[in-house]
């Protein structure tokens, strides 16, 4: 790819993600790392590499300065999760396998009310293919690198009915905030 990084947009930009690459920024300066995500606004990219002593550095090369981005290397399954993990906090869950069950399945009943698409992967709930629910799955189990996505679909899981806190005294089947948030998605 040469030249014009900031100019190609989201859907050339995807076609980089997870795949090891070199970046060409200013004069003489290269980088190099996996390639994370890409800020859909700044065309800033993500690098991450991952340190022998078992660590992870990041950096963030600014879109406007890139000017050469080639691969160098596909991102096995191993490299894929773990690009993909390596910002989760560590999570325990208290629920029993019959609470999670119930309540990922009210989750996955209320996006699909809503219109998203949503598919079971084991314990988790795949959006569209770019974002990930995790048990207990409330809105901070949501994880994606679409920030937009993410803002989303946290707002509509926070505005599901049976979410604590949210409308304790209404009933779900004549919840009007339950009609509109389905027109808004």
Request: glycine fraction near 8%; charge should be negative.
């Amino acid at each position: 790819m040469q030249c014009g990084w900031s100019l190609l947009g989201p859907l050339h930009w995807i076609r980089y993600v997870n795949k090891q690459v070199k970046v060409m920024a200013g004069k003489d300066e290269e980088h190099r790392g996996w390639l994370l995500t890409v800020d859909p606004v700044s065309a800033s990219m993500v690098l991450v590499d991952f340190r022998e002593d078992g660590g992870t550095s990041v950096q963030v090369v600014m879109g406007h300065a890139v000017e050469d981005v080639q691969v160098l290397q596909e991102a096995d399954e191993e490299t894929s999760d773990r690009l993909r993990t390596s910002f989760l906090p560590p999570r325990t869950c208290s629920l029993n396998p019959e609470e999670l069950r119930r309540k990922g399945g009210g989750v996955r009943s209320w996006l699909e009310k809503n219109r998203v698409p949503v598919e079971e992967e084991g314990d988790e709930l795949r959006v569209a293919g770019v974002l990930t629910i995790r048990a207990p799955y409330g809105p901070e189990d949501c994880y994606s690198s679409n920030q937009i996505i993410l803002d989303r679909i946290q707002k509509l899981i926070q505005l599901k009915p049976d979410h604590p806190g949210l409308y304790p005294e209404t009933d779900p089947e004549s919840d009007p905030v339950k009609t509109r948030s389905a027109d808004r998605y």
